[in-house]
């Protein structure tokens, strides 16, 4: 659907709940809220879930000081022009509020948001130049073809079958000129000194419940998502006659403020870090147990990584990757 042709007002939260079955589009797995169009994604869609994706985004607001990385390349992209007003495509959009806030910092483009399920927690306040609409990035994107300047997707590996396959088809999506904007975090917990924690049994010395969880995650995941992809995305761009000035930045964010060394942003950062990882993981519970753990066995990890992220032992960094990349003027082709 191109954002030019849309003359109608851009709908809200509410007219996809009154226009769609939700039961059609969610579905109830171990005490949470999964979608039900795509069984590779297997995190929560539910109003926790959505709660958390907005302290993460609170968090990396802080840490990117802003909403993207690359800036400069973003501005160029997104400046305002007579013809064709700049378009932003948000794949992925989970709560909504990265397509939002981009909706309100640049108020003359249109922003598209789109998710396996609709955003539910803000339903009130949507910018009129902002809707979201419901789709699934494996499957043909040729409906927004040539119509978007920026096109992001953060977090979003665990619902994508390839991730190489997508980053193509996504540059259907694109003008030339368009920044392509990707970020992920990494599937383990680093030490005090940027080592990944050590992936060993329960029992063992070095054993923490926090990156247990996140290996079993990985390894359940793995199966059928294209988890490994963050750190190929640079040399599938670099590759690609679709892109070009691809960039890339790892940034390690201290889960909780354990060090003493941290300014008030950093702290801030720290805090906000602290709480989603609290939030996240009774989020795997659904993977988990459809993974075929016994369920008082992930309740009883879920419970001590809880309890290792609030009281800070281990003292342990998140890595975030980001990965950019402009689109060149080449014409999208399909491939085989
Ligand atoms: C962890 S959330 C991140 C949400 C948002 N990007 C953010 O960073 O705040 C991942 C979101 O991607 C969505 N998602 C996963 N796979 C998808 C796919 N193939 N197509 C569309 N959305 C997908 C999920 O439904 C979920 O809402």
Request: with cysteine.
């Amino acid at each position: 659907m191109n954002p030019e042709r849309q003359n109608s007002p851009t709908p809200s939260v509410m007219s996809f709940r009154s226009s769609m079955h939700s039961e059609r589009l969610f579905r109830e797995v171990a005490g949470r809220t999964l979608n039900t169009r795509n069984d590779l994604y297997m995190l929560p869609v539910d109003d926790e879930e959505q709660d958390r994706q907005d302290i993460e985004h609170r968090a990396l607001y802080l840490v990117l000081d802003g909403l993207y990385a690359a800036p400069d390349l973003v501005a160029k992209a997104m400046a305002p022009r007579q013809n064709r007003p700049p378009a932003v495509f948000d794949i992925g959009t989970g709560s909504g509020i990265w397509a939002m806030d981009m909706a309100r910092e640049f108020p003359h483009a249109e922003v598209v948001g789109i998710d396996l399920a609709p955003p539910t927690l803000h339903s009130e306040g949507i910018p009129n130049n902002c809707r979201f609409e419901v789709d699934d990035a494996n499957l043909d994107l040729s409906h927004y073809a040539d119509c978007f300047n920026v096109v992001h997707m953060r977090s979003v590996a665990q619902g994508i079958r390839n991730y190489k396959d997508t980053i193509h088809r996504v540059a259907q999506t694109m003008r030339s000129g368009g920044v392509l904007l990707l970020s992920s975090g990494a599937y383990s917990f680093f030490d005090e000194n940027r080592q990944p924690l050590p992936v060993v049994g329960e029992g063992q010395p070095g054993w923490t419940a926090c990156q247990a969880l996140l290996t079993k995650v990985y390894e359940l995941g793995r199966n059928g998502a294209d988890l490994d992809a963050p750190s190929q995305w640079d040399k599938w761009l670099e590759a690609s006659p679709f892109y070009t000035n691809v960039g890339a930045e790892d940034i390690y964010v201290p889960i909780g403020p354990w060090s003493p060394n941290l300014d008030m942003r950093c702290q801030r950062i720290a805090q906000l870090t602290q709480i989603d990882a609290g939030k996240v993981f009774p989020a795997f519970r659904p993977i988990l147990t459809l993974g075929g753990m016994e369920p008082a066995t992930a309740d009883r990890w879920i419970a001590t990584a809880v309890r290792e992220v609030q009281e800070m032992r281990p003292k342990v960094f998140l890595r975030w990757r980001y990965v950019w990349a402009v689109r060149t003027k080449t014409k999208w082709y399909e491939t085989t």
